[in-house]
């Protein structure tokens, strides 16, 4: 699987070059994490592949990561993968992360940079 690492200030941008599966996006968290920040932004310009089952599943393996993110942010393009990603808010969302999906990168930017998280509608 393809991806690019980027950095926007203390955010780090994962951009997807296809739609990735499970174990793409598995083996990318291990290396997304290295980099530190935590605040992530996720570019699935492609949509994803994975089911609503795949969802939980990566859910709860993020949450088992050393590093946690404090601020997960997916931008998605079509319709399905929205909702997967609107899934996985519901399973991420704990005490140490707030995860949400997005339309657009600036929204999601935008998300990412504010205090609380809530400045920005999804």
Do not use: C
């Not at 994803?48 to 997916?74: P, W």
Request: proline share 2%.
């Amino acid at each position: 699987m393809s991806y690019q690492l980027d950095w926007n200030g203390d955010i780090v941008i994962v951009r997807f070059r296809s739609k990735p599966d499970v174990a793409d996006i598995k083996s990318m968290l291990g290396d997304a994490d290295v980099q530190g920040s935590g605040l992530r932004l996720y570019v699935f310009a492609a949509g994803l592949n994975v089911s609503a089952g795949d969802i939980k599943h990566l859910a709860s393996f993020s949450a088992g990561q050393k590093i946690r993110a404090q601020k997960l942010a997916a931008v998605v393009p079509d319709d399905a993968s929205y909702g997967l990603s609107r899934m996985f808010e519901a399973y991420r969302d704990d005490a140490f992360t707030e995860a949400r999906a997005f339309r657009s990168e600036n929204e999601a930017l935008a998300w990412l940079r504010s205090a609380s998280g809530e400045s920005a509608s999804h």
